[in-house]
């Protein structure tokens, strides 16, 4: 598709959205969709974006892209940090390149905050923060009991958030308290505002899902595999490189619990055990979160007996009739 195309298909650069659950299918679809219209793929997921975790974050191989360029995967080092501020940054970086190229910018992925933050371009400018402050909830973060405590003082605080950010999300946690702390204000609040805005983009927003059961039993047999593959190897090679539970590249599902087993709190047993009831829970949470978001286009895999080549049928109509991509011939 030539860049004269996609500028003449509307004025707001076009942008696809292509996320769901975990374990839905979402990338083997985007690969297709990033085929049909010419398309690269910008991958929203807090984990792939490391080098080194290939197991456990469930990345694509480079031979499964089928020649699609992939964007924000094996960019950063497990101990450098990663949030959705330099998402955003490194997102809008990603779309502009491929857009020069006379392409089609694709996010895919499961993380909804980075998908909201980019979609809507959300401020996140801090004031001048109190660093004190900061320093003592990380203090208390780093004690035992400490990330349950911090989330009830979040709880307190600004109940909604507490409702939307998980216990173990711990950066997040602390955001949202020290936004309190500067402003007088919940985040909750402001991120509704925020969100309220109007979008720099020509979007859609596609939502895959399927029955529950189905992404349950695929999330089950998908850790099964990771196991086979050498999830516990993999853990292990990165924790003899020195990488400890509380960075932000270790809070990712998989990898924490298999570090807790690594440090004799579990057996390996009950490591997989957890690590398939919490991405089932997570998988939950990502449903929630995306019930509440607006402009959302759920294609449902039960709606669509023909699999996915109806889906991808039925998203190219959309998108050509929001003249994110010309008519196909």
């Known amino acids: 598709m030539k860049e004269e195309q996609i500028r003449q298909a ?19 679809l985007s690969i297709r969709l990033a085929k049909a219209v010419g398309g690269e793929i910008i991958s929203a997921d807090s984990m792939q974006v490391y080098r080194s975790m290939d197991i456990g974050s469930a990345k694509i191989r480079p031979e499964e892209t089928e020649g699609i360029p992939h964007h924000l995967i094996d960019v950063l080092d497990p101990d450098e940090s990663f949030d959705v501020v ?3 940054s490194m997102a809008k970086d990603a779309a502009e390149k491929i857009r020069a190229a006379g392409h089609i910018p ?6 909804g905050f980075y998908i909201q933050a980019l979609l ?49 999300n711990i950066k997040r946690t602390i955001r949202a308290l020290e936004f309190h702390r500067q402003t007088g204000q919940k985040i909750s609040v402001h991120n509704a505002l925020e969100k309220a805005r109007m979008s720099p983009y020509n979007f859609a927003y596609f939502v895959l899902n399927d029955d529950r059961e189905k992404v349950y039993d695929r999330i089950n047999r998908r850790v099964d595999l990771m196991m086979e593959e050498g999830l516990e190897e ?3 090679s990165l924790y003899r490189k020195g990488l ?15 570090l807790a087993y690594l440090d004799g ?30 402009d959302v286009i759920w294609m449902n895999r039960q709606d669509y007996p023909d699999g996915d080549s109806a889906i991808l049928r039925e998203m190219i109509r959309i998108l050509e009739e929001k003249e994110i991509i010309p008519l196909q011939p």
């Open 10 to 28: 509307g004025t707001k650069p076009g942008l696809v959205v292509l996320t769901g659950p975990t374990a839905v299918g979402k990338t083997a």
């Open 106 to 111: 694709i996010v895919t992925g499961g993380t």
């Open 120 to 168: 809507y371009d959300i401020d996140f400018t801090e004031n001048d923060a109190d660093r004190s402050f900061r320093s003592g909830l990380e203090a208390i973060a780093g004690t035992e009991g400490g990330p349950a405590l911090l989330h009830r003082m979040l709880e307190e605080a600004d109940p909604e958030s507490a409702g939307l950010i998980h216990e173990n």
């Open 265 to 294: 709190e579990t057996d390996s047993a009950e490591a997989v055990r957890l690590i398939k009831r919490n991405t089932r829970h997570f998988a939950k949470r990502q449903l929630t979160w995306f019930r509440r978001e607006r």
């Open 234 to 236: 993999e853990v292990r």
């Open 86 to 88: 330099r998402f955003q």
């Open 244 to 258: 400890r539970r509380d960075m932000v590249s270790m809070q990712g599902l998989g990898y924490r619990e298999m």
